[in-house]
């Protein structure tokens, strides 16, 4: 269906890929996974004919129907819901088309490339029915909507539904998605999934959700730069391809010994042969010749002879170690794999502990509108445990429930419409936002964190540990991307030393290896953690207790005591 060959890809000079080759065939779901900044967005802008590459070609079979989701696209701001679904081809149209489509294969009935024009459009006539198009709207809450509703007054998980049931009524032959799952809720991408399970189409999926490439995708593809080669293909899915990955590194380590170790025995028996003939020149030349005393000339002759042969010797098995150190055969050291080799270095230093009361709400209500609250009649509170674990509660639920009106009512950003909120004595709260307003996009990351630490090379080298080196740390925080902006919200919140953390959607734009580590930060830090997330592998491991948002109730659910 689909085929790169020996794509390369150069940006000023700087190779971002080099020599990417792989088939996606019918039926075919792989995931594409590496380092931000590896080129994965651009290889699938490659892919889908929107850019070209530096070298090397794609090859498309005939009439192949490809499905594009970028990432963070942007809808078109003069436009409503309903405009945008009524640009898609009607049914009457698509079968006007199929019904060309029939007569010419027809006349052609071997034409496979016909064949497959005529399936396409059969499944796209097909979606494009008012009932299955109701469905798919409905699967994705997009009917409940307005649809005079301006596109540019979406939520970002509106925005995403509506770029996915576009994207799916088209009825692709191949979905090429970038990051699908940002801004979807769990019941949105367990929805999702099923579809997915059921379409028939190819797929090539970017995603930093490991439980959505664990559940979707049948083989991995990892673009790593660091690597001799820019591509790898792996079997199964994404657990799968860390186990081999694992494997491979864990083989490689124990060749790269082996291979030391002969080095070292070839050296030490290059060592002994050179003391050898060393010897042995110097017993010749120990050797006293006086007058007619050819016998003694001749030993001395001998030795000589001896000597040199066994430095030529010595000389020779030399030229051979190093031919196979710069030979083929030889294993180079074994680098670490993209997830722990690109990570954040968290360490969350909090000042003190936020004592057994952390925060609390009483007979609260939550939202904009005194006559129609988001969440009435809220009682919670937050203690933190007098021994074992801290706790840690993860806050879920379905878009537009009230998660993120509920943390910041929590946090004191928004008043309470009735009821009392508490907070700790020995708190010391910290809130990270989903929209990313708590940081001044006029500053600097190097002026944000001078609030908070002293001097400007502790904020350098603070800043390192977030990976925002050199001229990032000089940018406005407002021209920073998404991802580091939210690893600039995780150093401030070090910087601030709390022990009581609010996290709205933290793990949103931070790749799998920042999750990763991000989650091991957490398992570290000693506060209490509340933290509005989607990311059902994260909620998994971090998570002792769940407070579900829903229909205007909050049901708290314990997983597990330590």
Same mark, same amino acid.
């Given at each position: 269906?689909?085929?790169?060959?020996?794509?390369?890809?150069?940006?000023?000079?700087?190779?971002?890929?080099?020599?990417?080759?792989?088939?996606?065939?019918?039926?075919?779901?792989?995931?594409?996974?590496?380092?931000?900044?590896?080129?994965?967005?651009?290889?699938?802008?490659?892919?889908?004919?929107?850019?070209?590459? @530096?070298?090397?070609?794609v090859?498309?079979?005939l009439?192949?129907?490809l499905?594009?989701?970028?990432?963070?696209?942007?809808?078109?701001?003069?436009?409503?819901?309903?405009?945008?679904?009524?640009?898609?081809?009607?049914?009457?149209?698509?079968?006007?088309?199929?019904?060309?489509?029939?007569?010419?294969?027809?006349?052609?009935?071997?034409?496979?490339?016909?064949?497959?024009?005529?399936?396409?459009?059969?499944?796209?006539?097909?979606?494009?029915?008012?009932?299955?198009?109701?469905?798919?709207?409905?699967?994705f809450?997009?009917?409940?909507?307005?649809?005079n509703?301006?596109?540019?007054?979406?939520?970002?998980?509106q925005?995403?539904?509506?770029?996915?049931?576009?994207?799916?009524?088209?009825?692709?032959?191949?979905?090429?998605?970038?990051?699908?799952?940002?801004?979807?809720?769990?019941?949105?991408?367990?929805?999702?999934?099923?579809?997915?399970?059921?379409?028939?189409?190819?797929?090539?999926?970017?995603?930093?959700?490991?439980?959505?490439?664990?559940?979707?995708?049948?083989g991995?593809?990892?673009? /790593?730069?660091?690597?001799?080669? @820019?591509?790898?293909?792996?079997?199964?899915?994404?657990?799968?391809?860390l186990?081999?990955?694992?494997?491979?590194?864990?083989k490689?380590?124990?060749?790269?010994?082996?291979?030391?170790?002969?080095?070292q025995?070839?050296?030490?028996?290059?060592?002994?042969?050179?003391?050898?003939?060393?010897?042995?020149?110097?017993?010749?030349?120990?050797?006293?010749?006086?007058?007619?005393?050819?016998?003694?000339?001749?030993?001395?002759?001998?030795?000589?002879?001896?000597?040199?042969?066994?430095?030529?010797?010595?000389?020779?098995?030399?030229?051979?170690?190093?031919?196979?150190?710069e030979?083929?055969?030889?294993?180079?050291?074994?680098?670490?794999?993209?997830?722990?080799?690109?990570?954040?270095?968290?360490?969350?230093?909090?000042?003190?502990?936020?004592?057994?009361?952390?925060?609390?709400?009483?007979?609260? @209500?939550?939202?904009?509108?005194?006559?129609?609250?988001?969440l009435?009649?809220v009682?919670?509170?937050?203690?933190?445990?007098?021994?074992?674990?801290?706790?840690?509660?993860?806050?879920?639920?379905?878009?537009?429930?009230?998660?993120?009106?509920?943390?910041? @009512?929590?946090?004191?950003?928004?008043?309470?419409?009735?009821?009392?909120?508490?907070?700790?004595?020995?708190?010391?709260?910290?809130?990270?936002?989903?929209?990313?307003?708590?940081?001044?996009?006029?500053?600097?990351?190097?002026?944000?964190?001078?609030?908070?630490?002293?001097?400007?090379?502790?904020?350098?080298?603070?800043?390192?540990?977030?990976?925002?080196?050199?001229?990032?740390?000089?940018?406005?925080?407002?021209?920073?991307?998404?991802?580091?902006?939210?690893?600039?919200?995780?150093?401030?919140?070090?910087?601030q030393?709390?022990?009581?953390?609010?996290? /709205?959607?933290?793990?949103?734009?931070?790749?799998?290896?920042?999750?990763?580590?991000?989650?091991?930060?957490?398992?570290?830090?000693?506060?209490?953690?509340?933290?509005?997330?989607?990311?059902?592998?994260?909620?998994?491991?971090?998570?002792?207790?769940?407070?579900?948002?829903?229909?205007?109730?909050?049901?708290r659910?314990?997983?597990?005591?330590?």
């Amino acid at each position: 269906m689909l085929t790169a060959h020996r794509l390369s890809k150069v940006f000023d000079s700087q190779v971002v890929f080099q020599n990417v080759t792989f088939s996606l065939n019918p039926g075919e779901r792989l995931g594409l996974v590496g380092p931000n900044g590896c080129g994965k967005t651009t290889l699938l802008r490659i892919l889908a004919g929107i850019e070209a590459p @530096s070298s090397g070609h794609v090859q498309r079979a005939l009439h192949l129907r490809l499905g594009y989701l970028p990432q963070g696209e942007k809808p078109d701001p003069v436009l409503t819901l309903g405009e945008s679904l009524r640009q898609l081809p009607s049914a009457e149209a698509l079968y006007t088309e199929l019904e060309t489509c029939a007569a010419a294969l027809a006349e052609a009935p071997q034409d496979g490339n016909l064949l497959q024009r005529y399936d396409s459009l059969a499944r796209q006539a097909a979606a494009a029915d008012d009932g299955r198009r109701a469905r798919l709207l409905g699967g994705f809450g997009l009917d409940r909507l307005d649809p005079n509703l301006p596109l540019r007054l979406l939520s970002g998980g509106q925005q995403m539904r509506l770029a996915l049931a576009r994207l799916l009524l088209g009825e692709p032959d191949i979905l090429l998605l970038d990051e699908p799952t940002n801004h979807l809720d769990i019941a949105m991408l367990e929805w999702l999934e099923g579809w997915l399970a059921a379409s028939p189409c190819a797929m090539l999926i970017v995603s930093h959700d490991r439980t959505f490439l664990d559940h979707n995708v049948t083989g991995v593809l990892e673009m /790593d730069p660091k690597r001799e080669a @820019s591509l790898h293909a792996y079997s199964g899915n994404y657990s799968a391809y860390l186990a081999q990955r694992q494997a491979e590194i864990e083989k490689q380590w124990g060749a790269f010994r082996d291979q030391q170790q002969e080095i070292q025995r070839l050296q030490a028996d290059i060592a002994r042969t050179k003391e050898q003939a060393r010897y042995t020149e110097r017993q010749a030349s120990s050797i006293r010749i006086g007058g007619p005393d050819m016998k003694r000339k001749g030993f001395k002759s001998y030795q000589q002879g001896i000597a040199k042969k066994v430095a030529a010797k010595a000389k020779a098995r030399e030229t051979r170690l190093e031919r196979y150190v710069e030979s083929d055969e030889r294993v180079e050291r074994p680098q670490e794999s993209w997830q722990a080799r690109r990570s954040l270095r968290l360490a969350f230093e909090p000042q003190g502990r936020a004592g057994s009361l952390a925060l609390r709400l009483e007979d609260a @209500s939550l939202g904009y509108d005194p006559e129609l609250p988001l969440l009435a009649g809220v009682n919670l509170s937050v203690y933190e445990p007098a021994g074992g674990q801290p706790l840690r509660i993860a806050i879920s639920g379905p878009n537009g429930s009230g998660k993120t009106t509920l943390l910041r @009512s929590l946090a004191g950003q928004i008043p309470l419409l009735a009821g009392r909120r508490t907070l700790g004595p020995a708190a010391r709260l910290g809130l990270m936002s989903q929209d990313q307003s708590n940081l001044d996009g006029a500053l600097s990351p190097l002026e944000t964190l001078l609030l908070y630490l002293a001097n400007e090379t502790r904020v350098r080298s603070f800043l390192a540990q977030f990976l925002l080196t050199g001229d990032e740390a000089l940018k406005p925080n407002a021209a920073l991307s998404f991802g580091q902006r939210a690893r600039l919200e995780l150093a401030r919140l070090v910087a601030q030393g709390c022990n009581l953390l609010l996290l /709205d959607e933290p793990v949103n734009h931070l790749d799998i290896p920042s999750r990763v580590q991000f989650e091991a930060a957490l398992q570290a830090f000693p506060g209490a953690v509340l933290a509005v997330v989607h990311d059902r592998y994260f909620i998994e491991r971090f998570a002792g207790e769940i407070w579900w948002v829903e229909n205007g109730e909050i049901r708290r659910e314990v997983l597990r005591v330590d």
